[in-house]
């Protein structure tokens, strides 16, 4: 199997993950938004055992940002790496941060009903109001 590299944009981390992505895809919700400082985020969700922290892992800052999610991101940076989901056994592995492309693309638009008012999607993938049920 594959093990694609990500990292952060200073360097002082750098992760590891089996390209094993169970789904993709372009979340809009509010908090990936406020995170990203942008539209949201391509994310890809991967068991929790196929992903590791090669370097930096006392760089790593974690944020609780819901009963459901911890953001994970780089305190020397700010770099938002991937949220983990105790609660499923996941991470969500941002794909922004990954250094080489993952084979599963993005699947699906997820959190719809709070995406930006002023962003318009415009491909065809299908598009979900929360996030879809696996």
């Excluded at 790593?60 to 770099?79: N, P, Q």
Aim: with cysteine; aromatic share 10%; glycine share 10%.
């Amino acid at each position: 199997m594959t093990t694609l590299v990500g990292s952060c944009v200073c360097g002082e981390i750098t992760f590891g993950v089996e390209d094993r992505f169970v789904y993709a895809g372009y979340c809009h919700c509010s908090l990936c938004r406020k995170s990203s400082g942008a539209t949201g985020t391509a994310v890809g969700g991967v068991p929790r055992e196929y992903f590791t922290i090669i370097k930096g892992d006392q760089h790593v800052k974690r944020f609780h940002r819901s009963k459901d999610t911890i953001s994970c991101f780089c305190g020397a940076c700010g770099s938002t790496l991937f949220g983990e989901k105790p609660s499923l056994n996941m991470v969500h592995v941002r794909y922004g941060a990954l250094n080489t492309s993952p084979s599963l693309l993005p699947q699906a638009h997820m959190h719809v009903a709070s995406k930006a008012a002023w962003y318009e999607i415009t491909d065809s993938l299908p598009q979900f109001d929360a996030f879809p049920s696996q």
